[in-house]
């Protein structure tokens, strides 16, 4: 099983970062941070990547009933979603896939909840 799945933009990347902006609002999902991972390398590391932002999306809803079944579970909220340019023109986003990484919990209370949020997920995925 994949832990994320993903789809390649026909969009540049800012406007990949407004598209994927707007979709995950669409199904409910605020974007609480973003990470300019390519800035902090360059910064910490002084090296060069591509350009890589990670948006930490969260839906309030689906929190709060994660958080009901499993009081730990903010150790791996929110979810990811990654926009990166692949360097031929292309961008690619990604999302974690929510029930591969709830396997590693252990609870199945939160399947039914994790299954939810991946739909929601793979559908931002495929409006891009």
Known sequence: MSYYFSKNSKLNFDQTIEAVTAALGQEEFGVLSVIDLQAKIKEKLGKDIPRYKILGACNPT???????????????????????????????????DPV?????????????????????????????
Do not use: W
Not at 84 to 96: I, Y
Not at 107 to 124: C, G, H, P
């Open 100 to 128: 591969a990484s709830m396997q590693a919990v252990g609870n199945s209370d939160l399947y039914e909840t994790a299954e939810m949020i991946k739909e929601k997920l793979k559908r931002v995925i495929a409006a891009i």
């Open 62 to 96: 689906f929190a709060f009933l994660a958080l009901q079944a499993e009081p730990h579970i903010g150790t791996m909220l929110p979810c990811n979603v990654i926009v990166r340019d692949l360097q031929d023109g292309k961008v690619e986003v990604s999302a974690v």
